[in-house]
């Protein structure tokens, strides 16, 4: 059963410190996708990738957020130095090329007090 | 601006009484749009994909259609594990080209 992983699932940081969140797409997807989620803004898109090359990342605060993929199995989102309003769900989704079904993996709770 | 337009917000239903959600849209060239289901802490579950008008696409209780306007999700009698939330996101020719999602429509089915 092909799946999309995320670790960690949750995080509780405090503010100022790095948090790295990485995600492993479904197997022979080459388009990963990173979204955050919260009650008031749902589910935004941050950023994503084709073939491991960044497409479009304006949805991210540039001078603290900065997402990878540094192979085909491995996608990473970090924040540096993390905020209180960064807490949120954050999403890794992979598919085909698009237009196309998303597959969602499970999301890591961030906390940041 | 581009946006999409879930109705209702929430919705409660009794077990076996049919309804029907609503995504509008106001994109320029849809190429595609895209049903969703989400359970509590859980990521979106992809449903549907509906691409041009007049389309349908059915899977067990749920229906979507799709019209140059908007897209209806019908549920037909309900059971209480079809409570969730459900979204619906589009992809469109200009712009990130990447999904855009409505805020979704919180359902619950009650026994």
């Known amino acids: 059963d092909a799946r999309v992983t995320q670790t960690p699932r949750h995080k509780v940081t405090e503010m100022g410190q790095e948090v790295t969140m990485r995600c492993q797409p479904i197997l022979g997807h080459n388009t990963v996708f990173w979204y955050r989620q919260t009650m008031m803004q749902g589910l935004e898109l941050l950023a994503y990738?084709?073939?491991?090359?960044?497409?479009?990342d304006s949805g991210m605060p540039k001078d603290r957020f900065s997402a990878e993929m540094p192979d085909a199995t491995l996608a990473t989102l970090k924040i540096q130095p993390s905020e209180p309003r960064d807490s949120a769900v954050y999403f890794c989704?992979?598919?085909?090329?698009?237009?196309?079904?998303?597959?969602f993996g499970p999301g890591t709770r961030l906390t940041v007090t | 601006e581009d946006q999409v337009t879930q109705s209702p917000e929430a919705l409660r239903l009794q077990e076996g009484e049919s309804s029907s959600l609503n995504c509008s849209y106001t994109v320029s060239g849809l190429r595609g749009l895209f049903w969703y289901r989400q359970d509590p802490g859980k990521g979106p579950e992809f449903l549907f994909t509906l691409y041009s008008a007049g389309e349908e696409k059915e899977k067990e209780r749920l229906k979507a259609t799709l019209t140059k306007k908007e897209s209806f999700l019908h549920i037909t009698a309900p059971k209480p594990e079809d409570s969730a939330t459900y979204l619906c996101?589009?992809?469109?020719?200009?712009?990130?080209?990447?999904?855009?999602f409505g805020s979704g429509t919180r359902l619950q089915v009650q026994p």
């Open positions: 996101a589009v992809y469109m020719d200009t712009g990130r080209r990447a999904l855009t």
């Open positions: 989704a992979s598919g085909l090329v698009s237009p196309s079904e998303q597959y």
């Open positions: 990738f084709r073939n491991r090359a960044p497409l479009d």
